[in-house]
């Protein structure tokens, strides 16, 4: 089986080599604030062979831990499953994005591992989330409305027993992690507090996302090893954001102004203080974790690849967040500790990301073009390629 299985990873590889060419070193571009872009399709699902094939990491016994799962409690309550129950319910539709979402979340929940207290109802929602996908994927409309109501429910349920567990868990580690900063980063960069301060400033109204926005972001931080470097403007930063959804939980408009100003620059400043430092320590050694290959994968699959290439196609014009994407998603994969099998593969695409970033900054848009093709193939196969590594590998 191991001969199989490095004979298919050889041949994933060798296509990736040829779908992504050189790209020339990293280029560091400033953060730019998200903006929507239409989620990709599916990624294929493995095959039957693929699944008989033995896992890529050995299953190995660790600790629950809090920060990995207030990562999943992250993604778990923004993928908006309350509007995909509602959107099914009234347009008696399947959104072929649905199921997309479905796979993404269930595949960061599969790799988690779960504290005793919580996994047994995280493997019923998995279960749960499992079944409504093969309703999604079936065009089964009847069946999806009422597993999508299933799954709203559940979703509460379960991110409000995570509330309680994570009220009272300890790290399971006192060093930072490179990867695990570098995705408080994405989180932390990804949020939109420009765009929610400066919505409160011109409409002095506050929208009841962004106090869950402000709460998600605030649980992740909460539960980071910080260095030393980082661990006091970390800190202060996490004090600024509990003051502002005290303020937009209250509704006071005029408080929440003012903090959301001073929350935007002080993002600015300990996202600027992460790239210094990320930049001077040491990648994490530690063996390659089928978690954080997952949660890599999930920003390479939600990042809108397709997107991205064909809008640039259609419109030639370079819109700025373009940017922000591909270097949030990139500084996370520069983090992972990749299996020996997806290394290369994985090293290729991160050159054609830094190679794509350099066309966008430079408004280059018959490079972007040509380039935003190259990744958005390049993505598809070494997520479909993560995807075989990973089959039978949950926790």
Not at 155 to 160: K, N, V
Not at 194 to 210: C, F, M, N, S, V
Not at 325 to 339: E, F, G, I, S
Request: hydrophobic share 45%; with cysteine; aromatic share 6%.
């Amino acid at each position: 089986m191991k001969t199989l299985l490095r004979t298919f990873c050889i041949f994933v590889l060798a296509v990736t080599l040829t779908a992504c060419g050189g790209a020339p070193a990293a280029t560091t571009v400033p953060a730019v604030e998200p903006a929507a872009i239409a989620p990709e399709a599916p990624t294929e699902a493995p095959t039957e062979a693929a699944a008989a094939t033995e896992a890529p990491m050995a299953h190995t016994e660790k600790e629950a831990d809090p920060f990995e799962v207030s990562v999943a409690q992250n993604l778990l309550d923004s993928a908006g499953f309350h509007g995909i129950a509602e959107a099914l319910t009234e347009t008696q539709t399947i959104d072929p994005a649905s199921l997309s979402t479905v796979t993404r979340v269930n595949k960061i929940l599969a790799q988690t591992t779960w504290p005793a207290d919580l996994h047994d109802q995280a493997h019923t929602f998995i279960d749960t989330l499992t079944t409504f996908g093969a309703a999604l994927e079936a065009d089964n409309v009847a069946e999806a409305v009422t597993l999508s109501e299933s799954v709203h429910d559940a979703q509460h349920e379960l991110s409000h027993e995570i509330e309680h567990w994570l009220g009272d868990a300890q790290p399971v580690t006192a060093d930072a992690s490179t990867f695990d900063v570098s995705v408080a980063q994405y989180f932390l960069d990804a949020a939109g507090f420009h765009g929610i301060a400066t919505a409160l400033a011109e409409t002095q109204t506050i929208d009841p996302t962004y106090l869950s926005t402000v709460t998600r972001v605030n649980t992740v931080l909460a539960h980071t090893v910080w260095p030393a470097d980082l661990n006091d403007a970390a800190q202060a930063f996490s004090e600024s954001l509990t003051a502002f959804g005290a303020a937009l939980e209250a509704d006071n408009v005029a408080e929440a102004v003012t903090l959301s100003e001073t929350v935007h620059d002080a993002q600015h400043e300990l996202s600027h203080s992460i790239d210094h430092w990320i930049g001077d320590a040491q990648k994490s050694t530690a063996e390659a974790d089928s978690f954080d290959v997952t949660v890599a994968q999930f920003f390479l699959d939600s990042a809108g690849f397709h997107g991205i290439a064909t809008a640039l196609s259609e419109t030639q014009t370079i819109d700025p967040t373009y940017l922000s994407k591909v270097t949030r998603v990139n500084k996370v994969l520069a983090q992972t500790t990749w299996p020996a099998d997806l290394n290369d593969a994985a090293q290729v695409f991160i050159e054609s990301l830094n190679t794509f970033a350099a066309a966008l900054e430079a408004d280059n848009i018959a490079d972007a073009v040509t380039i935003s093709e190259t990744v958005h193939d390049a993505q598809h196969e070494l997520s479909h390629s993560i995807d075989h590594l990973m089959e039978g590998h949950a926790h």
